[in-house]
């Protein structure tokens, strides 16, 4: 499967960004998906992921009440939506799949990555 992201950019803090991973190849529902995000100079942290049916969600305890996460087979997609949005939350924000349909929170449990969309917070 193969995984873009968008929605990225600029935004002020206490704003708001809804970032979109498309997918195409094997079936998306067939998958797990989950965000994950890289600031400079630190380790790639878990951010929020979602199962198969979007019947589960799970979520960082930094971005829980924050961010929403959503998928539409329908639509091969996935969303992020985040608001209140802070300074701390500047980082490269990748999207993956999990091939075991389940939503796991360790990136290595995830087997297609997308190349990252660049999410900045001004203060």
């Known amino acids: 499967v193969q995984l873009v992201e968008s929605g990225g950019g600029l935004v002020q803090a206490g704003g708001s960004l809804r970032l979109s991973c498309a997918a195409s190849g094997r079936s998306f529902s067939s998958y797990g998906m989950g965000w994950f995000r890289q600031a400079p100079g630190k380790e790639r942290e878990f951010v929020a992921a979602?199962?198969?049916?979007?019947?589960?969600?799970y979520y960082a305890y930094s971005v829980k009440g924050r961010f929403s996460i959503s998928r539409d087979n329908a639509k091969n997609t996935m969303y992020l939506q985040m608001n209140s949005l802070k300074p701390e939350d500047t980082a490269i924000y990748y999207c993956a799949a999990d091939s075991s349909v389940l939503a796991g929170t360790r990136a290595f449990e995830y087997d297609y990555w997308g190349q990252g969309t660049q999410v900045t917070v001004s203060s």
């Open positions: 979602i199962s198969w049916n979007g019947g589960s969600t």
